[in-house]
């Protein structure tokens, strides 16, 4: 192993909120390799110290833990000829897509080298006959969709940040479509990687569906750069929709929120987002985009379809929301009053970060059985209430996932304590409905002790054995 770095627990204890700068052991890269990968790369090779401490941190409230270097790859050949190179020296490799993950995924914890795919970042193809694309993994989703805005189709993952395809594949990533349109796990048809010992697989097709082997995309959809380099992408695409309408609505209570979202499924309607906030974050955006939102639980809904579909649409949703006392429902049919509509929610964690300034954002997100979404959400603001910090929860309701955004003041170290406390009640909570630590944030480094709880460590000895088969060197992002 490249340099004697501590073990993955002494490296943890590292990460206090208000650490300025991190004692981590020097660069530590043997000499040969850094000479290969010159040779190589020329100056899309890295040790800067500027550079790697980018690399070493994401949207977490972790201070940077940086890399040893840095590379840009250009093509999946090169990646190969990285890894083989790395594995040769023993040197960890974690991927690196635009650095927007928010629970750790991207700290170097034995240091090594980040592999920046944002180089690689073209479109491939797109085959509109069978609404598939093929991108690299470093194209984002807005370059995605921008792209295709000729076709009249679109890809509808969205998780919010501009996050490339690469690293949504990589997370499992989904967002306030995927009660319409399903997450990264649906969408994602094939896969191109570079595995530990530097082969380059394919994995899936274009074909809809195949009944033949493995199905290896899945095993490294949602594998957090811990069993190969995912270079290459096919996605699903869809026809954009002949007419969207949008709708706000606020509620006297979560309970009623809730319900009306519950009564929405189950009635069949083909909503294609709904999103939630509570109270105090009605109030954020209020404040952050100048709005007059009345400061109550508040529903915000989409939907897809004819011009006739998505007004029936509203005008059944809006008749359910009235049975569960909802107020204000407004709703709107033109591009600018659906972009006043969800501005609300796109800037949603950015209003939340100046309910308290110079605070930093402790961040989690669970999915729970949407039946049992409105007591969970209400037991979680009993704890934040108890907890005595400043927090905002919104949610995907659709599909019974939502996030709570804790506010700590980063030289606080039991505003930290606080804020993981009422964390680990959220996701006990969670798991003891049948719900999951994450519906979409993924594990990263903040989830990991969560992990034995929600599978059983006979489950989590297969995904060992499944780690220990790909990469049997834990190189990977140990």
């Not at 401490?53 to 093509?75: I, N």
């Not at 404040?287 to 059944?316: C, I």
């Not at 605070?359 to 959400?377: H, K, N, Y």
Request: glycine share 8%; charged share 20%; proline share 6%.
């Amino acid at each position: 192993m490249a340099g004697a770095r501590p073990p993955l627990h002494e490296r943890h204890k590292l990460l206090p909120l208000g650490a300025v700068f991190l004692l981590v052991p020097p660069i530590m890269l043997p000499t040969t390799l850094q000479d290969a990968l010159t040779a190589r790369l020329g100056d899309r090779f890295s040790t800067t110290r500027a550079v790697c401490e980018q690399h070493g941190r994401d949207e977490s409230p972790y201070p940077a833990l940086p890399p040893d270097a840095v590379v840009w790859p250009l093509t999946t050949e090169e990646v190969a000829a990285i890894v083989r190179l790395c594995s040769e020296h023993g040197v960890p490799l974690i991927p690196y897509g635009a650095g927007s993950s928010i629970e750790g995924h991207v700290l170097a914890l034995h240091g090594g080298i980040s592999v920046d795919l944002s180089r690689m970042n073209r479109i491939v193809r797109v085959d509109a006959d069978d609404l598939t694309a093929t991108v690299e993994a470093g194209v984002t989703r807005e370059e995605l969709n921008d792209e295709l805005r000729h076709t009249g189709l679109f890809f509808p993952i969205d998780p919010g940040a501009n996050a490339s395809l690469g690293g949504m594949t990589a997370t499992r990533a989904s967002g306030t479509n995927a009660v319409r349109y399903g997450t990264m796990r649906d969408n994602v048809l094939a896969l191109t990687v570079v595995t530990a010992d530097g082969r380059i697989v394919k994995t899936g097709s274009r074909a809809r569906k195949s009944s033949t082997g493995y199905d290896l995309t899945r095993v490294f959809v949602g594998s957090e750069g811990t069993l190969g380099i995912i270079t290459e992408i096919t996605v699903r695409l869809y026809p954009q929709p002949m007419a969207v309408s949008a709708a706000i609505a606020a509620f006297p209570d979560v309970d009623s929120a809730v319900q009306t979202v519950i009564q929405t499924i189950q009635f069949g309607i083909p909503v294609a987002r709904v999103e939630f906030m509570d109270v105090r974050a009605v109030q954020a955006v209020n404040a952050y985009s100048r709005l007059g939102l009345r400061e109550a639980p508040t529903l915000l809904f989409e939907f897809h379809g004819s011009e006739a579909g998505v007004v029936e649409q509203a005008e059944t949703v809006q008749a359910i929301a009235r049975e569960f006392g909802g107020m204000d429902f407004e709703w709107a049919s033109r591009p600018e009053e659906r972009s006043r509509l969800w501005a609300a929610r796109h800037k949603a964690y950015f209003a939340s970060l100046q309910l308290q300034p110079g605070a930093v954002g402790v961040t989690t997100d669970v999915c729970v059985p949407i039946s049992r979404l409105a007591e969970c959400i209400t037991a979680t603001c009993t704890d934040i209430a108890a907890s005595g910090l400043t927090a905002t929860v919104l949610g995907h309701v659709g599909d019974g996932n939502f996030h709570v955004l804790l506010l700590v003041d980063p030289a606080s170290p039991e505003d930290r304590e606080r804020a993981e406390a009422v964390n680990t009640r959220i996701v006990e909570r969670a798991l003891a409905m049948d719900g999951t630590a994450s519906g979409e944030h993924g594990v990263g480094l903040h989830k990991m002790r969560f992990m034995a709880a929600e599978h059983g460590e006979d489950t989590l000895d297969l995904m060992r054995a499944l780690k220990a088969a790909f990469d049997p060197r834990q190189l990977f992002n140990p």
